[in-house]
């Protein structure tokens, strides 16, 4: 879901400026280039420590509420798509799940958190997303949510099929081990560190709910990587 060639409208020039200008005062740029050498960043950090972005965006959106969906959604993909530092892509991605937009909450979304994963291409919005975001949605319209997530499992695009894997890492007893097999099995061959590492962490997660369930699945499956399998187990 790139943006739209329309004329952005003065609520979001108003939200982006607040964010930037809010980003810049709370930047350290002592931290900055120590947070950049962790996450292997192309994109400069202005070294804002999560708590503080969270506390930021807060107080932006009860002073300059969205009005619309419209304009939210503008707002996110202009925050991403022109991002000047890691941390204005973190806050696109606050405001996808901030407590006011509940409501526009909806399948019709997934195009928006697709082209924040693919063109984010990393861990640390990737994971936020699958988990957070497109979880949620998949729990609440798991009839329409499920297909597409079978088909991002078998993506040419490793970070959609993390996505994928890592979309139930919330779900608690709730997981749909049908579609968690199905997203592991499409992954079994990919040499990937971050898909081998994800299909691990998936089924970690799921242990904390049904153990037996995870070890028979381990046990049925040598063709787990030993990464896999490690992570998978690891709690039992």
Known sequence: MPRQNTPESDEVTAVVTAVRDGLAALADPR???????????????Q?????????????ITRELPFRDRNTWLQTVLRLWDDAICREERYTAIDLTGHRTVARWQ????????EHLIVTGAW????????INRVGPLLRQHFATVAPVLR?????????????????????GADTDTDL???????????????LRKAIGWALRQYARTDTRW??????????????????ALRRR
């Not at 699945?217 to 063709?223: E, I, K, Q, S």
């Not at 990587?225 to 490690?230: A, F, G, I, N």
Request: glycine share 4%; with cysteine.
């Open 31 to 45: 931290s900055a280039p120590a947070m950049r050498r962790y996450m292997k960043s192309d994109m400069p950090f």
């Open 106 to 113: 909806a399948p019709d979304l997934l195009p928006l958190y």
């Open 180 to 194: 968690l097999t199905d997203c592991v099995e499409a992954n079994l061959d990919e040499p990937g560190f971050f």
């Open 214 to 231: 995870v070890e028979d699945f381990v046990a049925d499956h040598p063709g787990l990587s030993p990464l896999s399998r490690k992570e």
């Open 151 to 171: 088909h991002w499992a078998n993506a040419p695009d490793p970070w959609k099929r993390r996505a994928a894997l890592l979309s139930q890492n919330a779900s």
């Open 123 to 130: 861990w640390d919005f990737v994971d936020e997303i699958a």
């Open 47 to 59: 070294g804002v420590r999560t708590p503080q972005r969270r506390g930021l965006v807060r107080r």
